[in-house]
């Protein structure tokens, strides 16, 4: 993923430069099939993810948000979704979790606070967006725990927030593992479960 600049024949008219881009302007992009995420001011633009990426979140569905919803622990939403975060405004993350008695955060069409996990799933195009634009901006926002799934590897790293306000990493997962995290500790996810099954797993 690369940041987007508009060009001038596209439904929107008039466009900020790069790095003026306001939650405003996001709202009047066109509903194009495209993803677009403002950080720290910069638009940028992805197109549809993979069959093997949206296989991943489904298992993230599976083993993490309808186990947490039927506990009564914490609501679950994935992309295209918009968060609204300090410096992050919007960005449409793969997939978040917020702790039930935070819900108030989630009002008005979006998600209008920090989520307490936020998971992406890592491709080839956007791999350094992610793993490095993504990860200071979630830290800088003041996101708990941010993890990152790489199916290339079969893996998962996991990090959380230090009283820096920078991500250390607790935890690289692998398909023999199984991982919880601070947000639902009594929820596993097992790791091979992320990729087993997928009928397809081109990148």
Not at 77 to 90: K, Q
Request: net charge negative; aromatic share 10%; with cysteine.
């Amino acid at each position: 993923m690369v940041p987007l600049g508009l060009a001038p024949d596209s439904a929107l008219l008039t466009h900020p430069a790069p790095g003026a881009w306001t939650y405003a302007d996001w709202e009047r992009l066109p509903a194009d099939g495209n993803r677009y995420e403002v950080v720290g001011g910069v638009l940028y633009m992805t197109t549809a993810p993979s069959n093997f990426h949206q296989w991943i979140v489904q298992v993230l569905v599976e083993y993490i948000a309808l186990p947490a919803r039927q506990r009564g622990l914490a609501y679950s939403f994935f992309a295209p979704i918009g968060v609204l975060m300090d410096g992050c405004d919007p960005v449409q993350p793969d997939f978040v979790v917020i702790r039930r008695e935070r819900a108030h955060i989630i009002r008005e069409g979006r998600i209008r606070g920090v989520p307490d996990l936020i998971i992406e799933v890592l491709s080839p195009s956007n791999r350094a967006y992610d793993e490095q634009t993504k990860r200071a901006a979630y830290a800088q926002a003041g996101v708990p725990e941010y993890a990152l799934i790489d199916p290339a590897a079969r893996a998962l790293r996991l990090y959380r927030l230090t009283e820096a306000g920078a991500y250390a990493e607790v935890a690289y997962a692998t398909a023999t593992d199984s991982i919880s995290f601070a947000c639902l500790p009594d929820i596993l996810l097992p790791i091979a479960a992320l990729f087993a099954g997928a009928p397809d797993t081109t990148l």
